[in-house]
């Protein structure tokens, strides 16, 4: 598969990073400008381009920048997808600007009628000029209301779920698109809102507006769980844990724990005992696991059956040797071995191309879809085409 892309920030590279992990060749289309997400992080062996949080979503990826606001630009685009046989064209700027750039699926596709378009957007084409990123999203969707402490404010997520859950939806959607194409042999177009993917994402909560839930559970409640008790973070003598017990018998398990048996009350046996000393149950298990260790207090939980867990960070959390086995790895320009996420679902780890420069394949990518030298010369002098020194 042959995917050209115009993509920046992070919901639709991401999108891309999938297709890379499952093998496509992905062609990012940037602007003059540039992606602002290249400037943000730590910079990799003196490469200003190419910073840290550049890097995950688009290693493995070649870069072309195009001027689509001038007619030449456009032109240099069609004959790419023309020439190059593209597969899958996405884009994630704003509805309102497809056709003054020349990308809207009318016109792509009556330049190849099995392309596959998809384009990522703030609230989807109805409503062509809103902008939008993943905090004010998490904001106004009722997120930031459901994560914090009950006492505290709304907090947005510690990752960009709507970045991340809107690019994961793309590619499925890519893929529905494919094997509808292998039957049918059409394209088709794909307009994705991440408000709409956010909001269905609300499938624990919504309904419970409706059967008439209290406030209180309709809102955060810091690391517990409103239903299953006790489900919470609980301290310990070199850290914290978070304990899930999930059913009346998996409780009877947790008390029969020496350490655990001053809890063995009857109005505690039930969930909904439980629920109603929720407070009280949180305080006491607090007080019990706060005199042993980390180690010490999963091993005897463990030991009963029960689902915990130590509450890490990201740099203990990959050393997991489920997760460490799976790692990708990268090269910076230095020489410096980069880590980068595993795939969701392939067992193997291995290694990407580190992310190109800005640009860095503009030339070659134009003369592999037969441009002239004459031709590169011209968009060049006109600044529709660029690469950064060296291209070629």
């Not at 999108?15 to 992990?21: D, G, I, L």
């Not at 990308?103 to 989807?124: E, H, K, M, N, Q």
Request: with cysteine; charged share 20%; aromatic share 6%.
């Amino acid at each position: 598969m042959t995917v050209l892309s115009l993509e920046q920030a992070l919901s639709l590279p991401y999108a891309t990073s999938r297709m890379v992990s499952a093998g496509w060749r992905v062609i990012r289309v940037e602007a003059p400008a540039g992606d602002p997400n290249r400037r943000i992080g730590h910079v990799l062996g003196g490469d200003e381009d190419r910073r840290s949080y550049f890097v995950g979503p688009n290693a493995g990826k070649e870069s072309i920048t195009l001027d689509l606001q001038q007619p030449s630009g456009r032109e240099a685009l069609h004959r790419l997808i023309l020439a190059l046989q593209v597969d899958v064209f996405c884009c994630n700027t704003l509805p309102g600007r497809y056709q003054k750039l020349g990308i809207d699926y009318l016109t792509l596709s009556r330049l190849r009628p099995s392309l596959i378009w998809a384009g990522i957007s703030a609230l989807g084409p109805d409503y062509p000029a809103a902008p939008g990123y993943d905090p004010a999203l998490q904001a106004s969707l009722g997120f930031m209301d459901l994560t914090g402490p009950a006492d505290g404010p709304p907090t947005l997520c510690g990752l960009p779920l709507i970045d991340l859950r809107a690019g994961d939806e793309l590619f499925t959607q890519v893929l529905a698109a494919l094997w509808r194409r292998s039957e049918h042999g059409t394209g088709s177009q794909i307009e994705l809102s991440m408000a709409q993917v956010a909001a269905s994402w609300l499938v624990t909560v919504l309904p419970m507006i409706d059967s008439g839930a209290p406030a209180e559970e309709l809102t955060r409640s810091g690391s517990e769980h409103r239903h299953f008790v006790p489900s919470n973070a609980y301290p310990t003598a070199d850290g914290y844990l978070y304990l899930a017990v999930g059913s009346d018998r998996q409780w009877a398990a947790l008390v029969s724990l020496a350490s655990f048996a001053s809890l063995a009350e009857p109005r505690f046996a039930t969930n909904q005992g439980r629920k109603a000393c929720r407070r009280e149950l949180h305080e006491r298990i607090a007080d019990l696991t706060r005199k042993s260790s980390t180690r010490e207090n999963l091993e005897q939980l463990r030991g009963a059956g029960l689902v915990c867990a130590p509450i890490q960070t990201v740099e203990q959390a990959v050393e997991e040797p489920w997760v460490k086995e799976r790692l990708r790895r990268t090269i910076a320009p230095d020489g410096r071995v980069i880590r980068l996420p595993p795939d969701p679902v392939s067992r193997a780890g291995g290694q990407l191309a580190f992310p190109p420069r800005q640009g860095e394949h503009t030339l070659a990518l134009l003369r592999e879809a037969g441009f002239s030298e004459a031709e590169l010369s011209r968009l060049q002098a006109e600044g529709c085409a660029l690469g950064p020194k060296g291209a070629s």
